[in-house]
């Protein structure tokens, strides 16, 4: 339920207006709850969700295209050389990639030219994208280098879940962070997780528990479609 979180937690970014929507962009190839999402948003999330290899090339090649646009935005002399987004006065776009591992694993089963389209999208959306205001989220259930390029993983914040129970094992520490000694937790913590960035030590953060009362579709519905709880 990573997403979840980060969904409601992160509400306020999203620009309430007709196409919205737009913004935000999700690919669950389990087609599971997150998938379920696009309920959520205008036309069933047709053009921003996507379930299977196909669809999630066909995204991707969007939002790269949508951060191109934005670049040639940018290559403006009147501009000054550290204008970004909020300068050009454009809302942020997100694109949520869960389970990438099975969603490349499908690929390949499918046409291996896919799955490396797929990957050579990912690095270039990821070594261009923040200036413009577009971010990529990607979940994996573990850190494995064979799937993630040291490209993709040396140029973007790494982030791991963790909850009480259900510790962040040595392996995977040491293939995100390069570190296996991570601080613990305060006691009868329920919900925490580690971030880093591109240098420095892995940082522990608290996380919060959405309450059961939360409705994420209707919050999400608000936000996207612009109607009242």
């Known amino acids: 339920m990573t997403y979840l979180r980060i969904l409601t937690s992160a509400r306020d970014i999203f620009i309430i207006q007709n196409d919205g929507y737009k913004n935000l962009r999700v690919i669950d ?7 379920s999402l696009r309920h959520s948003v205008p036309n069933n999330g047709s053009k921003t969700f996507a379930n299977s290899p196909e669809s999630a090339l066909v995204l991707l090649t969007d939002f790269y295209e949508e951060i191109t646009k934005r670049g040639k935005l940018l290559d403006n002399a009147g501009l000054r050389l550290d204008a970004d987004y909020h300068t050009l006065g454009l809302p942020p776009c997100w694109l949520f990639f869960d389970e990438y591992i099975d969603l490349i694993e499908q690929a390949k089963i499918i046409d291996k030219k896919i799955a ?43 982030i791991a879940l963790a909850t009480d129970g259900r510790e962040i094992d040595p392996e995977n520490a040491r293939m995100m962070f390069g570190a296996t000694d991570l601080q613990k937790p ?13 240098s420095g030590k892995p940082t522990l953060f608290l996380t919060p528990k959405l309450a059961d009362g939360v409705n994420i579709r209707k919050t999400l519905a608000h936000y996207m479609k612009g109607e009242y709880l």
């Not at 190839?29 to 998938?35: D, V």
């Not at 305060?186 to 591109?198: D, M, N, Q, R, S």
């Open 116 to 158: 490396n389209e797929i990957t050579s999208l990912l690095v270039r959306c990821i070594t261009k994208d923040r200036q413009l205001g577009c971010f990529l989220w990607i979940t994996a259930m573990r850190a494995d280098t064979a799937y993630l390029p040291g490209l993709i993983r040396s140029t973007m914040i790494n």
């Open 186 to 198: 305060p006691p009868h913590t329920k919900y925490y997780g580690y971030a880093k960035g591109e």
């Open 29 to 35: 190839p389990k087609g599971g709850s997150l998938f």
